[in-house]
């Protein structure tokens, strides 16, 4: 990296003078911690609650993937938007605002199509936040000091994560899983205050100047994509193929003699490993280079699928979904560092929302793959491919970046 850099306006140090983070960094961070409060207090009951409400178990998977699809589509176009009008601020408090509305529809909720819409609502907001929130603080942040403004953006965003799992499994302690519906409505309710709360704390950002340009972007073109941001995006998407939902992991997890506490408790584990370690991986990845922790992390996301594929105990899932963790805080903070730094910034939001949505796109059928195979082969083979590609990957992007 180099040593000395342009003069950049107000608003876009990562530090001051005194040490401290940039303030958009730390106020979105705020956000993110308090959101993730609230939507991992809810996140975990909403099967038992759709159990309780009496619906099938073939809603849960057209209510999950709808709403992650959906999301995923919004995320490219919100970008792209954020770009064109010239600000980030406003889309991303409508989208945390969008997810709050989300956790009151889940309270008023009475069957499974209520709780689709509520579901629904939640991604919705997440679609429309996510690029113009992340590209905020890549404007907010010079080039050199990037890893650590996501690092540490992804490590506020982890802990709350992993405090409302424990909120979560604190509940289920406390009442069990044979609730009627009307017991999980306190929970939805409470969870409104954090988003509330996160919500209003964004309305503290300050757009850099950068922003403030209103830009005569094509309808949602994705020419002038760099060749070496199109080659890792190729990564990405290959990657996501073999990236099934963190469910199957879970699912193993009881596969392998874990109660539903143990693993929530599971669960907790991975979010308090990736959550302490993300801001430190982001720090290193701003001496070091993107590269190396990258590959480095997708080796170890290969090496976790082919333990839970070869695990003949519950024992083996403590260290796994610890690795696990250091996987995501060696990855997910990381990518949209790198898109940040490739991506023209009159394009930044735009792809890094194309970004988000290839990785929430390849959700869908890289669950469907993993379901397939689990129910065909069974579960070894669903994490023997996943293993098999996160190697690929970290193949790839030794080869394209």
Same mark, same amino acid.
């Given at each position: 990296?180099?040593?000395?850099? !342009? %003069?950049?306006?107000?608003?876009?140090?990562?530090?001051?003078?005194?040490?401290?983070?940039?303030?958009?960094?730390?106020?979105?961070?705020?956000?993110?911690?308090?959101?993730?409060?609230?939507?991992?207090?809810?996140?975990? $009951?909403?099967?038992?609650? &759709?159990?309780? $409400?009496?619906?099938?178990?073939?809603?849960?998977?057209?209510?999950?993937?709808?709403?992650?699809?959906?999301?995923?589509?919004?995320?490219?176009?919100?970008?792209?938007?954020?770009?064109?009008?010239?600000?980030?601020? !406003?889309?991303?408090?409508?989208?945390?605002?969008?997810?709050?509305?989300?956790?009151?529809?889940?309270?008023?909720?009475? /069957?499974?199509?209520?709780?689709?819409?509520?579901?629904?609502? %939640?991604?919705?907001?997440?679609?429309?936040?996510?690029?113009?929130?992340?590209?905020?603080?890549? %404007?907010?942040?010079?080039?050199?000091?990037?890893?650590?403004?996501?690092?540490?953006?992804?490590?506020?965003?982890? *802990?709350?994560?992993?405090?409302?799992?424990?909120?979560?499994?604190?509940?289920?302690?406390?009442? /069990?899983?044979?609730?009627?519906?009307?017991?999980?409505?306190?929970?939805?309710? *409470?969870?409104?205050?954090?988003?509330?709360? /996160?919500?209003?704390?964004?309305?503290?950002?300050?757009?850099?100047?950068?922003?403030?340009?209103?830009?005569?972007?094509?309808?949602?073109?994705?020419?002038?994509?760099?060749?070496?941001?199109?080659?890792?995006?190729?990564?990405? /998407?290959?990657?996501?193929?073999?990236?099934?939902?963190?469910?199957? &992991?879970?699912?193993?997890?009881?596969?392998?003699?874990?109660?539903?506490?143990?693993?929530?408790? &599971?669960?907790?584990?991975?979010?308090?490993?990736?959550?302490?370690?993300?801001?430190?991986?982001?720090?290193?990845?701003?001496?070091?280079?993107?590269?190396?922790?990258?590959?480095?992390?997708?080796? &170890?996301?290969?090496?976790?699928? *082919?333990?839970?594929?070869?695990?003949?105990?519950?024992?083996?899932?403590?260290?796994?979904?610890?690795?696990?963790?250091?996987?995501?805080?060696?990855?997910?903070?990381?990518?949209?560092?790198?898109?940040?730094?490739?991506?023209?910034?009159?394009?930044?939001?735009?792809?890094?929302?194309?970004?988000?949505?290839?990785?929430?796109?390849?959700?869908? !059928?890289?669950?469907?793959?993993?379901?397939?195979?689990?129910?065909?082969?069974?579960?070894?083979?669903?994490?023997?491919?996943?293993?098999?590609?996160?190697?690929?990957?970290?193949?790839?992007?030794?080869?394209?970046?």
């Amino acid at each position: 990296m180099p040593t000395s850099r !342009p %003069d950049r306006p107000a608003g876009q140090q990562l530090t001051g003078n005194s040490g401290k983070p940039a303030r958009n960094v730390l106020v979105t961070g705020v956000t993110s911690f308090l959101n993730d409060i609230s939507s991992e207090m809810t996140y975990p $009951l909403i099967p038992l609650f &759709l159990t309780a $409400l009496g619906a099938p178990a073939a809603a849960l998977g057209a209510i999950e993937g709808l709403a992650e699809s959906t999301a995923a589509l919004l995320k490219t176009f919100s970008g792209w938007w954020s770009d064109r009008v010239g600000r980030r601020k !406003p889309l991303a408090i409508g989208g945390y605002a969008g997810s709050s509305l989300g956790k009151l529809l889940l309270y008023a909720a009475t /069957g499974w199509p209520l709780v689709l819409a509520g579901r629904l609502t %939640d991604r919705i907001g997440k679609g429309i936040r996510t690029a113009p929130r992340d590209a905020l603080i890549a %404007d907010s942040t010079p080039e050199g000091s990037r890893g650590r403004a996501f690092g540490l953006h992804r490590a506020m965003d982890t *802990i709350g994560a992993a405090v409302g799992v424990l909120f979560a499994i604190l509940f289920l302690r406390r009442f /069990g899983t044979g609730l009627d519906p009307s017991g999980y409505r306190p929970v939805f309710l *409470i969870a409104l205050i954090p988003a509330l709360a /996160g919500t209003a704390v964004l309305l503290l950002i300050r757009e850099p100047k950068v922003c403030h340009t209103r830009r005569n972007l094509p309808r949602l073109s994705l020419s002038g994509l760099p060749l070496r941001l199109k080659l890792f995006l190729l990564v990405i /998407g290959l990657f996501a193929l073999g990236n099934s939902s963190n469910m199957f &992991l879970l699912l193993r997890a009881g596969n392998l003699g874990f109660s539903p506490v143990g693993v929530l408790v &599971l669960y907790l584990v991975f979010n308090l490993t990736y959550g302490l370690l993300s801001y430190p991986a982001g720090r290193l990845s701003d001496r070091v280079g993107r590269k190396r922790l990258l590959i480095t992390g997708y080796l &170890l996301y290969g090496a976790v699928y *082919i333990g839970f594929a070869l695990a003949p105990s519950g024992q083996w899932a403590w260290p796994l979904f610890t690795v696990y963790g250091l996987f995501y805080a060696l990855t997910e903070g990381l990518e949209k560092a790198l898109v940040a730094d490739i991506a023209p910034v009159e394009r930044r939001a735009t792809f890094v929302g194309l970004h988000s949505t290839l990785v929430g796109i390849g959700l869908l !059928p890289a669950s469907l793959i993993a379901g397939a195979l689990w129910a065909g082969l069974g579960p070894a083979a669903t994490f023997w491919f996943g293993g098999a590609l996160g190697i690929a990957a970290a193949l790839g992007l030794l080869i394209v970046l």
